[in-house]
């Protein structure tokens, strides 16, 4: 799992609003943004680096994530690549699973597009198969995912695991900085797992130097993420002591977990 490419195209996060990630995938001279709830930094950064804009990405319809669009669209007029299905006005180029994006400026870099409704009902996710760079917006985030605003459980758990499937060493850039209060959840989940007390505490030398924790990779999200381990023998059973379970399913796993998360703290 590497964030640059051997011809380096790279990605790094613009931090926005209070724990917004707006990814940046840059070459040396030009520039894509994913989600763009903010201009102001996005501006800022391609200033600073001597980037053109090339294109906007979007996930999903959210402000947090769209609502920087106008303005850069105002300085770049560049495609705005984003869902089909999600109701997003801006969006010149619509798309849903099957498509592929390829961006000339970046070294023809490929994305192929997944649709993982659930979050809102048109969300989806770019995946970059040759890197191994997956940018899921907030459908999955580190050791957690976001919130049933859309969808239903069933919905919700499919389009997860559509995002486990792909390779363990899939490097996660998700929307949001939310890793460290998910893995606190998630040890309620499962207090025995050693992985995410050793997650939490890599996770938390990163943020005390002001490092992000993402990307995380698929294989640690599957190893500690409680969202993608609904179909464990000890979560299910665990639910069900706290009384949180009726029906040992993984479905109703997932539900009784979403449903705590929303008021847990
Ligand atoms: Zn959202």
Not at 23 to 35: K, N, P, R
Not at 61 to 66: K, L, N, Y
Not at 146 to 162: C, H, I, N, V, Y
Request: hydrophobic share 40%.
């Amino acid at each position: 799992m590497s964030s640059v490419t051997a011809s380096g195209i790279a990605v790094s996060p613009i931090p926005a609003f209070r724990d917004n990630y707006i990814w940046m995938i840059a070459s040396q001279t030009h520039a894509v943004v994913i989600d763009p709830g903010e201009a102001a930094p996005v501006l800022d950064t391609l200033r600073k680096r001597s980037l053109q804009l090339s294109a906007i990405l979007l996930t999903h319809r959210h402000e947090d994530h769209t609502a920087g669009v106008d303005d850069l669209l105002a300085k770049y007029p560049v495609p705005v690549y984003g869902p089909k299905n999600d109701g997003i006005a801006s969006v010149t180029v619509p798309l849903q699973e099957g498509d592929t994006v390829t961006l000339p400026d970046l070294g023809d870099l490929s994305l192929a597009v997944l649709d993982v409704p659930g979050h809102t009902r048109g969300h989806i996710a770019y995946y970059a198969a040759a890197e191994k760079w997956l940018f899921c917006g907030d459908m999955l985030f580190g050791a957690g995912c976001g919130r049933m605003f859309e969808g239903t459980p069933d919905q919700m758990l499919a389009s997860l695991s559509k995002l486990a499937a792909l390779p363990e060493d899939t490097a996660v850039f998700a929307g949001h900085e939310y890793t460290l209060s998910n893995l606190k959840f998630a040890r309620e989940i499962e207090p025995d797992n050693t992985a995410i007390d050793a997650r939490a505490r890599d996770d938390q030398a990163l943020l005390n130097r002001r490092q992000p924790t993402l990307p995380s990779t698929i294989g640690i999200e599957k190893a500690t993420n409680p969202f993608l381990r609904a179909d464990r023998a000890n979560v299910m059973a665990r639910l069900k002591a706290l009384g949180r379970l009726q029906n040992e399913t993984p479905v109703d796993a997932f539900a009784a977990m979403r449903e705590w998360k929303n008021t847990y703290s």
